[in-house]
């Protein structure tokens, strides 16, 4: 049972930590808004229109396979 007291941290420790992740958070939100802008135009679509008035499902599908493929990313980054 010593595992677990080796592996206790302070609460300076733990602000830091949720700091980092905050960072790692907003990064990771400002990364998929730039790739949404940047789908928008590079495919040159109007994406609110595409998705809201015409429900478009497979630009729906594209969105969701690119804000996961950028998760993953943003993930690797944090791992190392």
Same mark, same amino acid.
């Not at 206790?8 to 730039?34: K, P």
């Not at 609110?48 to 990313?73: C, P, R, T, W, Y």
């Given at each position: 049972?010593?595992? *677990?007291?080796?592996? $206790?941290?302070? *609460? &300076? =420790? /733990? ?8 960072? @790692? ?13 940047? $789908?928008? @135009?590079? *495919?040159?679509?109007?994406? /609110?229109?595409?998705?809201?008035? =015409?429900?478009? &499902? ?8 690119? *804000? ?13």
């Amino acid at each position: 049972m010593t595992y *677990f007291a080796e592996l $206790s941290t302070s *609460f &300076s =420790d /733990h602000l830091v930590i949720f700091g980092l992740v905050a960072a @790692y958070a907003i990064i990771g939100v400002l990364v998929m808004i730039g790739c949404v802008l940047l $789908s928008n @135009y590079v *495919f040159k679509l109007d994406l /609110h229109k595409e998705l809201v008035k =015409d429900q478009n &499902s497979a630009v729906g599908i594209m969105l969701a396979g690119l *804000f996961i493929a950028i998760a993953i990313i943003v993930a690797a980054c944090i791992l190392g």
